[in-house]
Nanobody, 117 residues
Framework: QVQLVESGGGLVQPGGSLRLSCAAS????????MGWYRQAPGKQRELVAG???????AYADSVKGRFTISRDNAKNTVYLQMNSLKPEDTAVYYC???????????WGQGTQVTVSP
């Protein structure tokens, strides 16, 4: 089983920055892909950024050039550096991970990010 715990959310003004972290714990096979999703009120959950174990990344068009995903495989931790934040980035951000040799998908409990003057 994998437990994912996010941290780093909060309230920030437009143009500000936040860094989210997500640490995986438990007993499990090596983690394959990790990613960040977000869900705003009344909207579907959407992929924000993803990263493979080897470090290949992908981003939603809406965050390209502003957000950076990274990971530390030794610590089983994924990060999301969010710069130039906009009010439309306001959402609950969820960490996601899957494992090698497994079809299971794991989610964190979510962390609120609010961008407001």
């Amino acid at each position: 089983q994998v437990q994912l715990v996010e941290s780093g959310g909060g309230l920030v003004q437009p143009g500000g920055s936040l860094r989210l972290s997500c640490a995986a714990s438990g007993s499990f096979n090596p983690i394959n892909n990790m990613g960040w999703y977000r869900q705003a009120p009344g909207k579907q959950r959407e992929l924000v950024a993803g990263i493979t174990r080897g470090g290949s990344t992908a981003y939603a068009d809406s965050v390209k050039g502003r957000f950076t995903i990274s990971r530390d495989n030794a610590k089983n931790t994924v990060y999301l550096q969010m710069n130039s934040l906009k009010p439309e980035d306001t959402a609950v951000y969820y960490c996601n991970a899957n494992l090698f040799l497994s079809t299971a998908d794991y989610w964190g409990q979510g962390t609120q990010v609010t961008v407001s003057p």
